[in-house]
């Protein structure tokens, strides 16, 4: 506040929180010929009126404007945040799409997969089945000109091929192919058999060894079953007159009319050699003991 009638700055304040106007007053106007500058004293106290009113709508006005910009800055703050939430909810629907996709891309691969594994299961099965459609006609060729070694060696491929459709076997046609191959088997197992008993019968064995040594690989081929097959004919043809000595009571008579050198045997011609023969001496002894058992029980019952 600006001094009054030269008054000195020690004055109270207008701005002091303890102003007293009555004090104030009787300090301006402490004489009676101080009153001539009332109307001037009037004038200052205006001016300084109008002073702080200027400065008190400047600073409304500076707040006013103060309180627009904070709004101001808190509507852009929350318009901000508005879009990043926004583009937080555009990233996570993104990542969502992108995980989706993903997955959809692994199942498609993992169909792929599997429609590749499956579509070449299916090129090996279909290559096999015609591998083993081609041997069967070949083998049927074989047979029936009795070309026994090259029917050994295709045999064996038949049956291996034949052994990856065994899952196949509801299929009509595996299933048709399977009783064929079967009935094969069988043919070729009684014609075989069937050739040693006319060779045997008509005494050709030495013309036709060749022959019965490749049909013994064909038995090899057919398996076990088979092989026992022909060599227990083979040891019951053997035995056939060692047989008939023990039957009556001229046993010694007979011995001497029995032929003891066979040239029609059969060692070597199975995998195992000499197995024919193995099998052959063990059906003799066997045999004998039985026919010694008997006699002896004759001739105790005959005493």
């Known amino acids: 506040?600006?001094?009054?009638?030269g008054s000195p700055a020690s004055q109270p304040s207008l701005d002091s929180a303890d102003y007293n106007p009555i004090d104030h007053l009787n300090?301006?106007?402490s004489h009676p010929s101080t009153l001539s500058s009332v109307s001037t004293t009037v004038a200052a106290l205006r001016d300084y009126q109008d002073d702080i009113d200027e400065d008190i709508a400047t600073l409304v006005a500076?707040?006013?404007?103060?309180?627009?910009?904070?709004?101001?800055?808190i509507q852009?703050?929350?318009?901000?945040?508005?879009?990043?939430?926004?583009?937080?909810?555009?990233?996570?629907?993104?990542?969502?799409?992108?995980?989706?996709?993903?997955?959809?891309?692994?199942?498609?691969i993992k169909r792929l997969d599997g429609?590749?594994?499956?579509?070449?299961?299916?090129?090996?099965?279909?290559?096999?089945?015609?591998?083993?459609?081609?041997?069967y006609e070949q083998l049927r060729?074989?047979?029936?000109?009795?070309?026994?070694?090259?029917?050994?060696?295709?045999?064996?491929?038949?049956?291996?091929?034949?052994?990856?459709?065994?899952?196949?076997?509801?299929?009509?046609?595996?299933?048709?192919?399977?009783?064929?191959?079967?009935?094969?088997?069988?043919?070729?197992?009684?014609?075989?058999?069937?050739?040693?008993?006319?060779t045997f019968a008509k005494g050709e064995v030495a013309q036709r060894k060749g022959l019965l040594a490749e049909a013994c690989l064909v038995m090899d081929a057919l398996g076990e079953n088979a092989r026992s097959r022909l060599i227990t004919w083979y040891c019951n043809t053997q035995l056939r007159e060692y047989r008939q000595v023990f039957r009556g009571n001229d046993e010694v008579h007979s011995?001497?009319?029995?032929?003891?050198?066979?040239?029609d045997n059969m060692?070597?011609?199975?995998?195992?050699?000499?197995?024919?023969?193995?099998?052959?001496?063990?059906?003799?002894?066997?045999?004998?003991?039985?026919?010694?058992?008997?006699?002896?029980?004759?001739a105790l019952e005959g005493e």
Request: hydrophobic share 40%; charged share 25%; with cysteine.
């Open 1 to 5: 506040m600006p001094q009054l009638n």
């Open 27 to 29: 300090a301006l106007f």
């Open 62 to 73: 500076a707040q006013s404007a103060s309180d627009a910009e904070s709004v101001r800055k």
């Open 76 to 108: 852009a703050a929350k318009a901000e945040l508005a879009d990043l939430f926004k583009k937080i909810d555009n990233v996570r629907e993104r990542a969502l799409q992108t995980e989706q996709t993903i997955t959809e891309m692994t199942a498609d």
């Open 115 to 135: 429609t590749k594994r499956n579509l070449t299961l299916s090129m090996t099965a279909l290559k096999r089945l015609q591998m083993l459609t081609t041997a």
């Open 141 to 198: 060729s074989l047979i029936k000109s009795r070309q026994y070694r090259e029917c050994a060696q295709l045999l064996q491929a038949v049956i291996q091929l034949m052994a990856h459709f065994k899952s196949y076997r509801s299929i009509e046609q595996i299933a048709t192919l399977s009783r064929n191959v079967a009935d094969l088997q069988r043919e070729l197992l009684e014609q075989i058999c069937e050739d040693f008993e006319v």
């Open 255 to 263: 011995l001497r009319k029995l032929g003891v050198n066979r040239s």
């Open 267 to 298: 060692t070597g011609w199975f995998v195992g050699q000499h197995l024919a023969e193995i099998l052959l001496v063990q059906s003799h002894a066997e045999d004998l003991r039985h026919r010694a058992c008997g006699a002896v029980s004759g």
